[in-house]
Each structure stands twice: as C-alpha cells, then as structure tokens.
C-alpha cells in the first residue's frame, strides 16, 4: 500500500471537518451554559484519530449519522471554564491541521515545478 499526499489531504480535510463540528459543539454549550435542561454536546477525537488508517468518513458515518456531535448525558451542569479551556484546545488542534495542509498543497506545489 503506498500513501501519497493526497490521502494525507483527505484525512486532513476530515480532521477541519471533525475540529469544525467540535467547535460549534462548543459554542452551543457556552451559549446554553444558563439555560435549563441544556445538554451538553462534544465530539471525542479519540475514538477517531486512532483509527486514521481506516477511512473516517465512512466510521463517522456508521457510528454517528450526519453528524459527529454527541450529547453527554451525565447529568452534570456546564462549567463554563471547561468549556473555554476545550476551546483553546481545538483552537490549537484546527492551527495545527491547517499547517499539515499547507504543507501538503507546498509539496504538491514543489512537485509539479520540479516536473517542469
């Protein structure tokens, strides 16, 4: 099996996607940290950035329907705090993804002008 820049595209491309669902996950609790009976949702990159070899979209797909966002039916309130620390968090998380695909269209770009 070889990999190429564009597998590495796609999972990273998938990788905006899930930190793009996190991120309005987020926002949804933190503007619901008042209001009764709110539940707070979350996605959990764990279950997923293990498996990177398989392909995302479809585990995503099976295991959560259109959307990756899961509710945490704990029971617990909303600490505001958490929230903002788990935004700093996928901030780093969404810089970091966007460097790997800069790099990656830098490479393919390099690619194409040494063929030249």
Do not use: C, H
């Amino acid at each position: 099996m070889t990999f190429t820049a564009l597998d590495s595209m796609g999972k990273t491309s998938l990788m905006l996607d899930l930190i793009s669902q996190k991120q309005r996950a987020l926002g949804s609790n933190v503007a619901n940290v008042d209001t009764p009976g709110y539940v707070r949702r979350d996605i959990d990159f764990s279950q997923y950035l293990g498996s990177m070899n398989s392909p995302l979209e479809t585990k995503l797909s099976t295991a959560l329907g259109p959307s990756g966002v899961i509710e945490d039916r704990r029971g617990k309130e909303i600490d505001i705090a958490d929230e903002l620390a788990e935004l700093q968090k996928n901030s780093l998380m969404y810089t970091m993804a966007t460097r790997r695909m800069s790099n990656i269209i830098t490479e393919m770009k390099t690619v194409l002008n040494v063929g030249k």
